[in-house]
Protein backbone atom coordinates (compact mmCIF):
# COMPACT_ATOMS: atom_id res chain seq x y z
CA UNK A 1 0.00 0.00 0.00
CA UNK A 2 2.48 2.57 0.17
CA UNK A 3 2.05 4.30 3.02
CA UNK A 4 4.41 5.06 6.27
CA UNK A 5 2.54 2.20 9.05
CA UNK A 6 1.36 4.55 12.11
CA UNK A 7 1.10 3.12 15.24
CA UNK A 8 -2.90 2.97 15.46
CA UNK A 9 -4.61 0.04 16.90
CA UNK A 10 -7.15 -1.27 13.43
CA UNK A 11 -10.62 -0.88 14.40
CA UNK A 12 -11.74 -4.10 12.15
CA UNK A 13 -11.26 -7.72 12.15
CA UNK A 14 -8.71 -7.90 9.05
CA UNK A 15 -10.46 -10.33 5.70
CA UNK A 16 -9.09 -11.71 3.00
CA UNK A 17 -9.75 -12.36 -0.77
CA UNK A 18 -12.29 -10.23 -2.50
CA UNK A 19 -14.08 -8.26 -0.43
CA UNK A 20 -16.56 -6.71 -3.31
CA UNK A 21 -17.20 -8.32 -6.51
CA UNK A 22 -20.11 -6.79 -9.12
CA UNK A 23 -20.21 -7.92 -12.88
CA UNK A 24 -22.28 -6.03 -15.10
CA UNK A 25 -24.72 -4.36 -12.67
CA UNK A 26 -27.13 -2.09 -14.33
CA UNK A 27 -29.74 0.41 -12.72
CA UNK A 28 -32.32 2.80 -14.60
CA UNK A 29 -34.72 5.02 -13.18
CA UNK A 30 -38.18 6.01 -14.62
CA UNK A 31 -38.01 9.57 -14.91
CA UNK A 32 -40.78 11.70 -15.95
CA UNK A 33 -39.11 12.74 -19.29
CA UNK A 34 -36.96 9.67 -20.20
CA UNK A 35 -35.39 6.58 -18.46
CA UNK A 36 -32.23 7.82 -16.98
CA UNK A 37 -29.49 4.97 -17.44
CA UNK A 38 -27.53 5.12 -14.19
CA UNK A 39 -25.20 2.15 -13.97
CA UNK A 40 -24.98 0.57 -17.43
CA UNK A 41 -22.96 -3.10 -16.85
CA UNK A 42 -20.54 -2.25 -14.55
CA UNK A 43 -17.71 -4.38 -13.63
CA UNK A 44 -15.74 -3.96 -10.20
CA UNK A 45 -13.38 -6.08 -7.90
CA UNK A 46 -12.08 -4.53 -4.89
CA UNK A 47 -9.65 -6.56 -2.70
CA UNK A 48 -9.34 -6.80 1.05
CA UNK A 49 -7.54 -4.32 1.88
CA UNK A 50 -7.64 -2.06 -1.02
CA UNK A 51 -8.41 1.39 -0.86
CA UNK A 52 -10.32 2.66 -4.20
CA UNK A 53 -11.12 5.90 -5.18
CA UNK A 54 -14.37 6.11 -7.62
CA UNK A 55 -14.31 9.40 -9.91
CA UNK A 56 -15.98 10.93 -12.86
CA UNK A 57 -18.31 13.57 -13.29
CA UNK A 58 -21.74 14.41 -11.75
CA UNK A 59 -24.21 12.33 -12.68
CA UNK A 60 -22.41 9.05 -13.66
CA UNK A 61 -23.45 6.32 -11.08
CA UNK A 62 -20.63 6.83 -8.60
CA UNK A 63 -23.40 7.47 -5.77
CA UNK A 64 -25.62 5.16 -7.22
CA UNK A 65 -23.05 2.55 -7.26
CA UNK A 66 -22.15 2.57 -3.58
CA UNK A 67 -26.02 2.65 -2.86
CA UNK A 68 -26.40 -0.57 -4.51
CA UNK A 69 -22.89 -2.19 -2.71
CA UNK A 70 -24.96 -1.01 0.71
CA UNK A 71 -27.82 -2.59 -0.11
CA UNK A 72 -30.24 0.86 -0.45
CA UNK A 73 -30.55 0.45 -3.72
CA UNK A 74 -31.53 -2.71 -6.03
CA UNK A 75 -29.53 -3.02 -9.73
CA UNK A 76 -32.23 -4.06 -12.47
CA UNK A 77 -29.37 -6.43 -13.46
CA UNK A 78 -26.14 -8.09 -12.67
CA UNK A 79 -24.39 -9.63 -9.37
CA UNK A 80 -23.09 -7.67 -6.37
CA UNK A 81 -21.25 -9.45 -3.75
CA UNK A 82 -19.89 -8.18 -0.65
CA UNK A 83 -18.28 -10.08 1.86
CA UNK A 84 -19.50 -13.35 0.12
CA UNK A 85 -23.08 -12.55 0.49
CA UNK A 86 -24.73 -11.75 -3.01
CA UNK A 87 -26.84 -8.71 -2.70
CA UNK A 88 -29.15 -9.19 -5.59
CA UNK A 89 -30.86 -11.96 -4.51
CA UNK A 90 -30.96 -11.21 -0.91
CA UNK A 91 -33.96 -10.16 1.42
CA UNK A 92 -34.52 -6.98 2.89
CA UNK A 93 -33.84 -8.70 6.08
CA UNK A 94 -30.45 -10.71 4.78
CA UNK A 95 -29.65 -6.91 3.69
CA UNK A 96 -29.80 -5.36 6.65
CA UNK A 97 -27.86 -7.60 8.51
CA UNK A 98 -24.78 -7.36 6.04
CA UNK A 99 -24.91 -3.72 6.88
CA UNK A 100 -25.02 -4.29 10.50
CA UNK A 101 -21.94 -6.53 10.19
CA UNK A 102 -19.93 -6.40 7.59
CA UNK A 103 -20.64 -2.51 5.81
CA UNK A 104 -19.82 0.73 7.41
CA UNK A 105 -21.28 4.36 5.45
CA UNK A 106 -19.98 7.52 5.77
CA UNK A 107 -22.17 10.05 4.40
CA UNK A 108 -21.27 13.95 3.02
CA UNK A 109 -23.23 15.42 5.41
CA UNK A 110 -22.91 13.58 8.63
CA UNK A 111 -26.24 12.49 9.16
CA UNK A 112 -25.69 12.34 13.33
CA UNK A 113 -28.49 12.52 15.96
CA UNK A 114 -27.52 16.39 17.29
CA UNK A 115 -29.54 15.27 20.37
CA UNK A 116 -26.87 12.97 21.42
CA UNK A 117 -23.28 13.33 22.40
CA UNK A 118 -20.38 12.08 20.67
CA UNK A 119 -19.69 8.75 22.61
CA UNK A 120 -23.68 8.26 22.32
CA UNK A 121 -23.43 8.79 18.35
CA UNK A 122 -21.01 5.86 18.27
CA UNK A 123 -22.65 3.78 20.88
CA UNK A 124 -25.91 3.04 19.38
CA UNK A 125 -24.58 2.16 16.02
CA UNK A 126 -22.30 -1.00 17.99
CA UNK A 127 -25.71 -1.89 19.84
CA UNK A 128 -27.14 -1.47 16.88
CA UNK A 129 -24.79 -4.02 15.20
CA UNK A 130 -25.40 -6.27 18.48
CA UNK A 131 -23.16 -5.53 21.23
CA UNK A 132 -24.03 -5.00 24.87
CA UNK A 133 -24.54 -1.21 26.61
CA UNK A 134 -20.99 -1.77 27.76
CA UNK A 135 -19.37 -3.02 25.16
CA UNK A 136 -20.96 -0.12 22.77
CA UNK A 137 -19.67 2.68 25.03
CA UNK A 138 -16.34 1.11 25.21
CA UNK A 139 -15.73 0.94 21.71
CA UNK A 140 -17.27 4.16 21.76
CA UNK A 141 -14.17 5.54 23.58
CA UNK A 142 -12.07 3.37 21.88
CA UNK A 143 -12.89 5.00 18.56
CA UNK A 144 -13.35 8.32 20.19
CA UNK A 145 -9.48 7.77 21.21
CA UNK A 146 -8.22 6.53 17.78
CA UNK A 147 -10.06 9.86 16.41
CA UNK A 148 -8.72 12.11 18.72
CA UNK A 149 -11.91 13.12 19.95
CA UNK A 150 -12.05 11.34 23.29
CA UNK A 151 -12.43 14.91 24.92
CA UNK A 152 -14.99 15.56 22.92
CA UNK A 153 -17.16 12.63 23.57
CA UNK A 154 -19.80 14.59 26.31
CA UNK A 155 -20.09 17.06 23.74
CA UNK A 156 -23.13 17.24 20.92
CA UNK A 157 -22.61 17.55 17.02
CA UNK A 158 -23.48 20.97 16.64
CA UNK A 159 -20.59 22.28 18.88
CA UNK A 160 -17.84 20.48 16.48
CA UNK A 161 -16.60 21.79 13.61
CA UNK A 162 -16.75 20.37 10.12
CA UNK A 163 -13.64 18.50 10.18
CA UNK A 164 -14.81 16.66 14.18
CA UNK A 165 -17.92 16.08 12.74
CA UNK A 166 -16.43 14.28 9.56
CA UNK A 167 -14.47 12.12 11.99
CA UNK A 168 -17.14 11.60 14.31
CA UNK A 169 -19.06 10.47 11.53
CA UNK A 170 -16.28 7.96 10.74
CA UNK A 171 -16.03 6.66 14.06
CA UNK A 172 -19.81 5.87 13.92
CA UNK A 173 -19.59 3.79 10.77
CA UNK A 174 -16.29 1.96 12.10
CA UNK A 175 -18.43 0.72 15.49
CA UNK A 176 -19.56 -2.58 13.91
CA UNK A 177 -16.03 -3.27 12.93
CA UNK A 178 -16.95 -3.03 9.40
CA UNK A 179 -15.01 -5.70 6.18
CA UNK A 180 -16.16 -2.82 3.58
CA UNK A 181 -16.02 1.37 4.36
CA UNK A 182 -18.18 3.42 1.85
CA UNK A 183 -17.22 6.98 1.88
CA UNK A 184 -19.49 9.33 -0.47
CA UNK A 185 -18.24 12.41 -0.87
CA UNK A 186 -16.35 12.63 2.74
CA UNK A 187 -14.50 15.51 1.85
CA UNK A 188 -16.88 17.82 0.07
CA UNK A 189 -18.13 19.16 2.47
CA UNK A 190 -15.21 20.14 4.49
CA UNK A 191 -12.46 23.04 3.98
CA UNK A 192 -9.43 22.06 2.91
CA UNK A 193 -7.58 21.76 6.24
CA UNK A 194 -11.03 19.61 7.72
CA UNK A 195 -10.71 17.75 4.34
CA UNK A 196 -6.66 16.93 4.28
CA UNK A 197 -7.34 15.99 7.98
CA UNK A 198 -9.76 13.21 6.84
CA UNK A 199 -8.10 11.85 4.44
CA UNK A 200 -4.97 11.42 6.21
CA UNK A 201 -7.77 9.73 8.60
CA UNK A 202 -8.36 7.01 5.88
CA UNK A 203 -5.11 6.43 4.90
CA UNK A 204 -4.13 5.45 8.04
CA UNK A 205 -7.00 3.08 8.67
CA UNK A 206 -6.33 1.50 5.27
CA UNK A 207 -2.50 1.38 6.32
CA UNK A 208 -4.00 -0.78 9.06
CA UNK A 209 -6.02 -2.85 6.50
CA UNK A 210 -9.69 -1.47 6.08
CA UNK A 211 -10.73 -2.03 2.77
CA UNK A 212 -12.55 1.60 1.64
CA UNK A 213 -14.01 2.55 -1.29
CA UNK A 214 -14.26 6.29 -1.43
CA UNK A 215 -16.42 8.44 -3.96
CA UNK A 216 -15.05 11.83 -4.63
CA UNK A 217 -15.15 14.49 -7.29
CA UNK A 218 -11.80 15.70 -6.06
CA UNK A 219 -8.72 14.33 -8.14
CA UNK A 220 -6.32 15.53 -5.86
CA UNK A 221 -8.25 13.17 -2.66
CA UNK A 222 -8.63 10.24 -5.49
CA UNK A 223 -4.80 10.02 -5.72
CA UNK A 224 -4.24 8.92 -1.95
CA UNK A 225 -6.10 6.33 -2.86
CA UNK A 226 -4.17 2.71 -3.82
CA UNK A 227 -6.46 2.66 -7.27
CA UNK A 228 -8.51 5.55 -8.67
CA UNK A 229 -11.16 3.70 -11.06
CA UNK A 230 -12.83 6.47 -13.05
CA UNK A 231 -16.42 6.20 -14.47
CA UNK A 232 -18.52 8.06 -17.43
CA UNK A 233 -21.90 7.11 -17.98
CA UNK A 234 -22.61 4.40 -15.55
CA UNK A 235 -19.31 2.50 -16.57
CA UNK A 236 -16.08 2.27 -15.80
CA UNK A 237 -13.42 3.92 -18.28
CA UNK A 238 -10.27 3.90 -16.88
CA UNK A 239 -8.43 2.38 -14.02
CA UNK A 240 -4.87 3.75 -12.68
CA UNK A 241 -2.42 3.10 -9.33
CA UNK A 242 -2.83 5.87 -6.91
CA UNK A 243 0.10 7.20 -4.36
CA UNK A 244 -0.92 4.88 -2.05
CA UNK A 245 -0.65 1.27 -4.35
Not at 79 to 89: H, N
Amino acid sequence: MGRSTNDVTPPHATATGDVLVAVDVRRTYDAATAPVRALRGLDLTVAAGEFVALTGPSGCGKSTFLDVVAGLERPDAGLVSVAGTELTSASETDLAELRRRHIGIIFQFFHLVDGMSALDNIALAALIAGAGRRESEERARELLDLLGLLDKATATPSTLSGGQRQRLAIARALANRPTLLLADEPTGALDSDGGAEVLELFCRLNDDGQTIVMVTHDSDVAARADRIVRMRDGRIVDERAGAGA
